[in-house]
């Protein structure tokens, strides 16, 4: 059963850079037939869609947040990552790591998801 | 980048009730839009895919609807354990943007 776990920090400075993992178990993140991806949910809000990554390393990000996220994999590990520079208390939120159904454009909705992790940003 | 619009943004119902949630896309995106669930403190979970195919373990009492730029959600007979937020998401090309939620609460 596949299963996707975020890590990382729970509290992060202003100006700095969140970087968050998705451990992948269940399944390997080298297949070809899966896009991977972030959203993330500031608390009481809605979802919002960050951006996906394909095992190749393609990725498609959120054009509000392009200039500073970067999404990578790391197929060795089965992970994959999310770093996001310069942080300001408005990036507060729970992020999701998730896979979605296919890679077709029919199947590219968001089957699975990790349980979200909070991260804070605070001096 | 193309907009997804719900509505309403709430509603509260009695058990039993039929209750209809509304996204509408500012372009046309055919049949690519998909409905989570989220119940508070939970994790999104996914309905409603392809417009109005069904997730499989989905109760039948939820249905979807729509093409193009208007669609639906459907809950046949409100139950206790749907009270959640259900969002909307649209995939027919990045970035794959959710509506902002519709919150459904029991009278």
């Known amino acids: 059963q596949l299963q996707l776990q975020e890590s990382g920090p729970g509290l992060v400075k202003p100006s700095e850079t969140l970087s968050l993992t998705c451990t992948v178990s269940g399944g390997s993140i080298s297949s070809s037939y899966y896009y991977w991806g972030w959203v993330r949910q500031p608390p009481g809000k809605g979802l919002e869609w960050i951006g996906i990554i394909y095992y190749s390393g393609t990725t498609y990000y959120n054009p509000s947040l392009k200039s500073r996220v970067t999404i990578s994999v790391d197929t060795s590990k089965n992970q994959f990552s999310l770093n996001l520079s310069y942080v300001t208390a408005a990036d507060t939120a729970v992020y999701y790591c998730?896979?979605?159904?296919?890679?077709?454009?029919?199947?590219?909705?968001?089957?699975?998801w990790g349980q979200g992790t909070l991260v804070t940003v605070s001096s | 980048d193309i907009q997804m619009t719900q509505s309403p943004s709430s509603l509260s119902a009695s058990v039993g009730d039929r209750v209809t949630i509304t996204c509408r896309a500012s372009q046309g995106i055919s049949n690519y839009l998909a409905w989570y669930q989220q119940k508070p403190g939970k994790v999104p979970k996914l309905l409603i895919y392809a417009a109005s195919t069904l997730q499989s373990g989905v109760p039948s009492r939820f249905s979807g609807s729509g093409y193009g730029a208007d669609f639906t959600l459907t809950i046949s007979s409100l139950q206790p354990e749907d009270v959640a937020t259900y969002y909307c998401q649209k995939y027919n090309r990045v970035p794959w943007t959710f509506g902002q939620g519709t919150k459904v609460e029991i009278k």
């Open positions: 998730a896979r979605t159904d296919g890679t077709a454009a029919a199947n590219q909705y968001f089957q699975h």
